[in-house]
């Protein structure tokens, strides 16, 4: 017998979102669930909705906000859709918003590490961010 689980899937607290443009458009990415911490980015069980990634190695990692980081994490590349859940520890595909319009002000890691949009031009995405 298969192991089966049920779950309740939702879209979460999109209220980030600054228009429709780029939602059906939203490309997938695998998520490194070891680059993120249980208490900090995911303490609900769930990455939210609207949470910035980046991508280093070919996977997605939590987007850094440090200017000049050498990592490849402070290079956005774009947010999480809606909400994901965190299931152990496997890395699982992700929606991607890459382009569209944004409220910086809302974005779901504003309480949690200080989100910030980025200012040089190398480390933005074609989001615009009001």
């Known amino acids: 017998m298969p192991k089966l689980r049920s779950e309740t899937i939702g879209t979460g607290d999109q209220s980030w979102l600054g228009s429709t443009h780029g939602l ?3 490309r997938t990415e695998v998520l490194d669930i070891s680059t993120f911490t249980a208490g900090t ?9 609207g949470f910035p990634v980046a991508i280093v190695g070919g996977m997605l990692v939590p987007y850094d906000v440090t200017v000049g980081t050498v ?3 402070g290079i956005l590349a774009g947010h999480v859709l809606t909400d ?4 152990g520890t496997t890395d699982f595909a992700v929606p991607v918003l890459d382009h569209g ?3 910086a002000a809302k974005v779901a ?3 949690l590490t200080g989100f910030v949009k980025p200012i040089a031009a190398k480390s933005a995405t074609t989001i615009v961010y009001i």
């Open 84 to 87: 994901q859940q965190v299931v």
């Open 101 to 103: 319009r944004v409220k």
């Open 41 to 49: 980015h995911y303490p609900n069980g769930y990455i939210p909705s």
């Open 109 to 111: 890691t504003l309480a």
């Open 24 to 26: 059906r458009n939203a």
């Open 71 to 73: 990592t490849g994490a």
